[in-house]
């Protein structure tokens, strides 16, 4: 395929098939709480400058992480917790190159028949990778923006501060997840899990140390009415980085009569993005999503999704025998 060169970012946006009027609008000052929260560890998601669900499950997991009574609200024990982080920047403002534009870039068709003869299930622009990228959505890069800015090398942009302090990756892990690791901006710097707890009602995936301190905290999609989350205590058997997906309609309730096996390509853009954490429940795994703006507002077929972002990086906190709970 094709690299795009250059794309105007209205145009991209538009064609994302995205609404261009934001409701409620951006507020910088809850996107720098949101970043502050993302680099900690206790996502909100995506990076969008708006209240909600997702940034309440985050104040939570900040609070019970400090210690403070856990309101959800930026009360005045939280914002004093906040404080010594007031020096992080809500964005940067940051210049183009061609090797944050490279693609290739893909039309991806309907049909997991179709898709199989894909190289990869990759990113369909410039737009998307870059959304990607800073744990964002385009709908907020129009906003951060202009729609006449054109996304080309020597181009300034600016992106919700979702850089990294340390891209010092353990260079034991394969070249290309490096490099995953590396496009997702995930910080090299992670602290490792000796639990991973998945709370279907909180729709939030939580990590502990092994003194029990909660030290990381995810939006997640749980199951579906058809396939629901198989309650227990699993372990994870190991990691799959930029994984195949091997679809087996025979799995799939809603599959259709005439749909046939398929092997699918790597990609973020996979039914499993870009890591496939694989659980001791069979055909069970932990692993990412192509549409991060929908976690823990949609079903699954009854594993757990994240956003790519947070995939990864939980991928890097966790290891085989890692017990996982999945609780109510």
């Known amino acids: 395929m094709k690299a795009i060169a250059a ?74 917790a906040l404080k010594p982080y007031a020096a992080v920047e809500a964005t940067k403002t940051l210049t183009l190159n061609a090797r944050t534009l490279a ?34 959505t385009p709908q907020v890069l129009m906003e951060l923006n202009s729609p006449q800015t054109v996304l080309k090398p020597g181009t300034q942009v600016v992106l919700p501060n979702a850089l990294p302090t340390s891209r010092a990756y353990d260079t034991k892990l394969r070249p290309d997840w490096i490099a995953t690791l ?20 909180e729709k939030v995936l939580k990590a502990y140390d092994n003194a029990g301190t909660l030290i990381a905290l995810f939006q997640v999609t749980t199951g579906s009415t058809h396939d629901p989350l198989p309650i227990g205590t699993w372990k994870i058997n190991g990691a799959d980085y930029n994984p195949k997906f091997h679809y087996n309609p025979a799995l799939f309730w809603d599959a259709k009569k005439d749909d046939k096996k398929a092997m699918l390509p790597p990609g973020p853009n996979g039914p499993v993005g870009v890591v496939w954490l694989d659980l001791s429940k069979p055909h ?14 949609t079903a699954s077929h009854g594993c757990v999704r994240l956003a790519n972002w947070n995939a990864a990086r939980l991928a890097m906190m966790v290891k085989p025998g890692t017990p996982v709970v999945f609780q109510e």
């Not at 990076?47 to 309101?71: H, S, Y």
């Not at 496009?183 to 490792?192: E, G, I, R, S």
């Open 7 to 80: 794309t105007v970012l209205g145009f991209a946006f538009m064609g994302a098939g995205v609404s261009a009027a934001p409701t409620p609008p951006l507020d910088r000052g809850v996107l720098k709480v949101q970043v502050i929260l993302d680099k900690l560890g206790f996502s909100p998601g995506v990076l969008d400058g708006r209240r909600g669900m997702t940034l309440t499950a985050a104040i939570k997991g900040f609070q019970e992480n400090r210690g403070l009574p856990v309101t959800g609200e930026l009360d005045q024990a939280t914002t004093a």
């Open 284 to 297: 069970y795994g932990i692993h990412g999503t192509p549409v991060p703006e929908l976690i823990g507002r």
């Open 182 to 201: 590396g496009m997702l901006n995930v910080d090299a710097n992670q602290p490792q899990a000796d639990k991973i707890v998945v709370d279907k009602s």
């Open 103 to 136: 693609g290739p870039y893909f039309v991806i068709p309907k049909g997991e028949d179709k898709q199989a003869e894909l190289p990869a299930l990759g990113y369909r622009s410039p737009m998307e990778k870059l959304a990607e990228m800073f744990h964002t």
